[in-house]
């Protein structure tokens, strides 16, 4: 039972921290922030889950929800948290900004993990359902 507590208190942690990142990397509208951010969220998820973005742009598709799995137990809400950061980061590079690598490997693990949550989850999220048809259609 107390062991219980203890994970269910690291997984809610864990969402509170996707959470912060995902509320700055919404708050900037601006594409000039691209670097500052993904050192922030890189340097955020390094010290939650283990692993940084550049971690998780060298996987491929399939081991890609294997590995966050393998790092720490994450529930839906918190992958969907996890899936928004990647699609929000492959989106802060749009167009007449400079491109930046690895855009197409965050585009590929959102689309990852949103497929996999779409399969998944007993609830159907329309936002979610528009953010895979636009990475499907950005492909």
Excluded: W
Aim: hydrophobic fraction near 40%.
């Amino acid at each position: 039972m107390q062991q219980e507590d203890y994970l269910k208190r690291q997984i809610d942690q864990l969402g509170q921290v996707l959470g912060k990142i995902l509320a700055s990397l919404a708050g900037t509208g601006t594409s000039g922030m691209m670097p500052c951010m993904m050192e922030a969220s890189d340097h955020a998820l390094k010290e939650e889950l283990g692993m940084g973005v550049s971690d998780f742009t060298l996987m491929p598709a399939g081991k890609l929800i294997e590995a966050i799995r393998e790092v720490k137990s994450l529930n839906a809400e918190n992958l969907d948290k996890l899936a928004d950061i990647f699609f929000l980061l492959a989106g802060q590079a749009g167009p007449g900004s400079p491109d930046y690598p690895g855009k197409q490997e965050l585009s590929r693990m959102a689309l990852a993990v949103y497929e996999h949550l779409d399969k998944t989850s007993s609830t159907y999220s329309f936002d979610r359902h528009l953010r895979i048809e636009k990475l499907k259609g950005a492909r």
